[in-house]
């Protein structure tokens, strides 16, 4: 994961965290990933940027939401903790990544259910 873009430091306009991004622009499987990793703080993944989809892994951003929600919710994850334990650069972006005034779902699971899934793996 690349840490190091000093210009990656609020989400970006098709970011599913913002309330503001295009509804159902990611499939709905995308979500329930999502939502069962969201479960399983130990094993659960660090969540890149989608606009970094054809980028080689090594050159994907961190999602930004995702770090955000991360934030807000204490840093329940576990692989996201390691590297901010190990990582100074890593330690750097979150200390200083913004949500720049943008209006943010309130859980993963708002931002989900605006997409149409909820976390019984059923769709509305």
């Known amino acids: 994961m690349d840490w190091t873009d000093e210009s990656h430091r609020s989400p970006c ?12 622009l990611w499939h709905r499987d995308h979500f329930r990933k999502l939502l069962r990793d969201d479960e399983n703080e130990v094993g659960g993944p660090l969540y890149g940027c989608h606009n970094d989809g054809k980028r080689p892994r090594e050159e994907v951003r961190p999602c930004v939401g995702w770090l955000l929600d991360q934030r807000r ?9 390691l590297a901010l334990v190990r990582n100074k650069v890593a330690q750097d972006m979150y200390s200083r990544i913004s949500n720049a005034g943008l209006r943010l ?20």
């Open 13 to 24: 306009a098709k970011c599913p965290y913002r309330k503001d991004a295009p509804l159902r």
């Open 73 to 81: 919710r204490g840093t329940p994850s576990i692989q996201l903790r």
């Open 105 to 124: 779902y309130t859980s993963i699971q708002a931002m989900c259910r605006a997409n149409g899934v909820r976390r019984n793996g059923g769709a509305r």
